[in-house]
């Protein structure tokens, strides 16, 4: 059975960074992906990695602000953010599967794709 486990959410200023962790027990995952949902809003794919070659896709709303690493021997998924805006703020929910899909398939942003999930960590953007 694989359970995730996020961490590293917390308040953070407009501008400032942020690097959050999942931390998964059991199967090593295929893929592993970051979405988050803020309030009154649907679930939002924000990047995913592929397991074997660290192969790596970012959403719209993040790209060019976020960096999505693991780390194999630890079994752990990093999301680095940057420059921060207030509408970053949300529940950041880490997924993953033991499937490696394809670089451009598009499963990899899609959450029905991923089977195991955390229960999230809360990232605030605020002043």
């Known amino acids: 059975q694989v359970q995730l486990a996020e961490s590293g959410g917390g308040l953070v200023q407009p501008g400032g960074s942020l690097r959050l962790s999942c931390a998964v027990s059991g199967q090593t995952p295929g893929s592993a992906v970051w979405f988050r949902r803020a309030p009154g809003r649907a679930r939002e794919f924000v990047a995913t990695?592929?397991?074997?070659?660290?192969?790596?896709r970012n959403g719209d709303a993040v790209k060019g602000r976020s960096t999505v690493t693991r780390d194999r021997a630890k079994k752990t998924v990093s999301l680095q953010m940057n420059r921060l805006k207030a509408e970053d703020t949300a529940v950041y929910y880490c997924?993953?599967?033991?499937?490696?899909?394809?670089?451009?398939?598009?499963?990899?942003?899609?959450?029905?794709?991923?089977?195991?999930w955390g229960q999230g960590t809360q990232v605030t953007v605020s002043s």
């Open positions: 997924a993953s599967t033991p499937r490696a899909y394809n670089r451009g398939s598009t499963y990899r942003s899609n959450q029905l794709a991923y089977e195991d």
């Open positions: 990695i592929r397991g074997f070659d660290g192969s790596t």
